[in-house]
């Protein structure tokens, strides 16, 4: 069980940057595989960006990829999400989340923030 906690939520202009954090409590974070899903208005939840446990490998969806970068930090029990350049697109609440264990997916959610708001406008 992991309690997940984002911030950094807020109103951007198109073209400006945004960072996301996400602080974990719980068992031992670095046993986590760690990411971000979004859900805009009227739309369904999708996958924006995951990191591994060490933090060595990432993956991103194909919307975001060049322009968002996914860290972590598991001295701190933190996950960050950096986002540059963005669009009226990428307006959504933010949700972090958490894999316990791994199974071939980039990422499940397992376990779920109760998200941050993002608001790009144009």
């Known amino acids: 069980q992991v309690q997940l906690v984002e911030s950094g939520g807020g109103l951007v202009q198109t073209g400006g940057s945004l960072r996301l954090s996400c602080a974990a409590s719980?068992?031992?974070?670095?046993?986590?595989?760690m990411g971000w899903f979004r859900q805009a208005p009227g739309k369904e939840r999708e996958f924006v960006a995951a990191?591994?446990?060490?933090?060595?490998?990432?993956f991103y969806a194909s919307s975001v990829k060049g322009r968002f970068t996914i860290s972590r930090d598991n001295a701190k029990n933190t996950v960050n999400l950096r986002m540059n350049s963005l669009k009226s697109e990428d307006t959504a609440v933010y949700y972090c989340?958490?894999?316990?264990?791994?199974?071939?997916?980039?990422?499940?959610?397992?376990?779920w923030g109760k998200g941050t708001l993002v608001t790009v406008s144009s």
């Open positions: 719980g068992r031992t974070f670095s046993t986590y595989r």
């Open positions: 990191i591994s446990r060490s933090g060595n490998t990432t």
């Open positions: 989340a958490a894999d316990d264990s791994y199974s071939g997916s980039p990422l499940r959610g397992d376990y």
